[in-house]
Nanobody, 117 residues
Framework: QVQLVESGGGLVQPGGSLRLSCAAS????????MGWYRQAPGKQRELVAT?????????ADSVKGRFTISRVNANAKVTVYLQMNSLKPEDTAVYFC?????????WGQGTQVTVSS
């Protein structure tokens, strides 16, 4: 089992920045890919960014050049970050952390990001 806990969401003005964190615990060995997804009201959950154990990354077209995903393995913990810059109102959503381990998917509880003036 893998437990994921997100943090770092909040209210920010358009053009501002936020950094989301996702701390993974439990059976973190053999975690392959981790990523961030988001779900806006009335919309389906969508991919934002992923990072694999080798460091390769993938981004949704809507966030390329504005968001950066990174992963830190230290002290028997895995933490994934999502640095979000130049935020837009359309980035408003609940952001979920995701991990894939040995074919199983795990999700965090989500953190709200609201971009509004």
């Amino acid at each position: 089992q893998v437990q994921l806990v997100e943090s770092g969401g909040g209210l920010v003005q358009p053009g501002g920045s936020l950094r989301l964190s996702c701390a993974a615990s439990g059976s973190i060995f053999s975690i392959n890919a981790m990523g961030w997804y988001r779900q806006a009201p009335g919309k389906q959950r969508e991919l934002v960014a992923t990072i694999i154990s080798g460091g390769g990354t993938n981004y949704a077209d809507s966030v390329k050049g504005r968001f950066t995903i990174s992963r830190v393995n230290a002290n028997a913990k895995v933490t994934v970050y999502l640095q979000m810059n130049s935020l837009k109102p359309e980035d408003t959503a609940v952001y979920f952390c995701n991990a894939e381990r040995l074919g199983a998917l795990y999700w965090g509880q989500g953190t709200q990001v609201t971009v509004s003036s």
